[in-house]
């Protein structure tokens, strides 16, 4: 879960003490590892699974992922201790389905989904110091999210062909083919941490975010994201 993968690297931060120098207004601009659980994409898919069944076709999952390892590109401005304002970019990890359709006659068809989810995020920070170098953060914002649906098509459906004497026949064609969709929309998000500010030079710090409201039925549904991140930032 995200939220282990930030209390253990909490303790690894507090590793790398040592003395700051007065603390002064700075921009940074750094990038983040991060470990992804997308709640709730799996059990929206299964939903959508199970509403194409009908009294023709007989429709099954075959598997689903909801979460992963992504990256963020972030930005921002500290102009006292206390505050900022950031933003940034992010990537999150491919969501998967499977899923079949079954029919008499032998008839089927088989889908593979893939959707790819990026974030761009606005945030204000509040920074609280607590010992030399190290402070512990809170942010809220939002953002616009964009996903891209990729499908794979594959399988048999019968067609009806008729010979230059008119007789009518049924045959099983093979279908293979690939379709595409997107869709877009408002997130909001909020999160916490700690960060290490080294001899304002660069800093290191382990967040862990919440956003919500991301997805649409028509790329298989709704979710919520959490994030837990490791990140790395330069000062200019």
């Known amino acids: 879960?995200?939220?282990?993968?930030?209390?253990?690297?909490?303790?690894?931060?507090?590793?790398?003490?040592?003395?700051?120098?007065?603390?002064?207004?700075?921009?940074?601009?750094?990038?983040?590892?991060?470990?992804?659980?997308?709640?709730?994409?799996?059990?929206?898919?299964?939903?959508?699974?199970?509403?194409?069944?009908?009294?023709?076709?007989?429709?099954?999952?075959?598997?689903?992922?909801?979460?992963?390892?992504?990256?963020?590109?972030?930005?921002?401005?500290?102009?006292?201790?206390?505050?900022?304002?950031?933003?940034?970019?992010?990537?999150?990890?491919?969501?998967?389905?499977?899923?079949?359709?079954?029919?008499?006659?032998?008839?089927?068809?088989?889908?593979?989904?893939?959707?790819?989810?990026?974030?761009?995020?606005?945030?204000?920070?509040?920074?609280?110091?607590?010992?030399?170098?190290?402070?512990?953060?809170g942010k809220v914002g939002g953002g616009l999210w964009w996903s891209e649906l990729s499908e794979r098509r594959s399988g048999e459906i019968l067609f009806e062909f008729e010979d230059e004497e008119g007789n009518r026949e049924e045959q099983l064609v093979e279908i293979n083919g690939r379709i595409g969709a997107s869709d877009n929309g408002f997130h909001w998000g909020y999160g916490a941490g700690i960060s290490y500010q080294h001899r304002n030079r660069w800093s290191i710090r382990a967040e862990w975010e919440s956003l919500g409201d991301l997805g649409s039925e028509e790329l298989r549904g709704d979710y919520d994201v959490e994030v837990a991140s490791l990140g790395w930032s330069m000062h200019f």
């Open 1 to 137: 879960m995200p939220r282990q993968t930030f209390l253990l690297a909490v303790p690894l931060l507090a590793l790398c003490a040592n003395a700051q120098a007065d603390f002064y207004s700075h921009r940074y601009a750094g990038v983040s590892l991060t470990e992804i659980d997308q709640q709730g994409f799996c059990s929206d898919a299964e939903g959508f699974v199970r509403g194409l069944s009908s009294d023709n076709w007989h429709a099954s999952g075959q598997g689903c992922s909801e979460g992963g390892d992504g990256w963020k590109l972030y930005g921002g401005w500290r102009w006292t201790p206390h505050l900022a304002v950031e933003a940034g970019y992010q990537q999150l990890a491919d969501s998967k389905l499977g899923f079949r359709l079954d029919a008499d006659q032998n008839q089927y068809l088989q889908f593979r989904d893939k959707i790819r989810t990026r974030l761009a995020n606005a945030y204000v920070v509040g920074h609280w110091p607590i010992a030399a170098g190290f402070s512990v953060f």
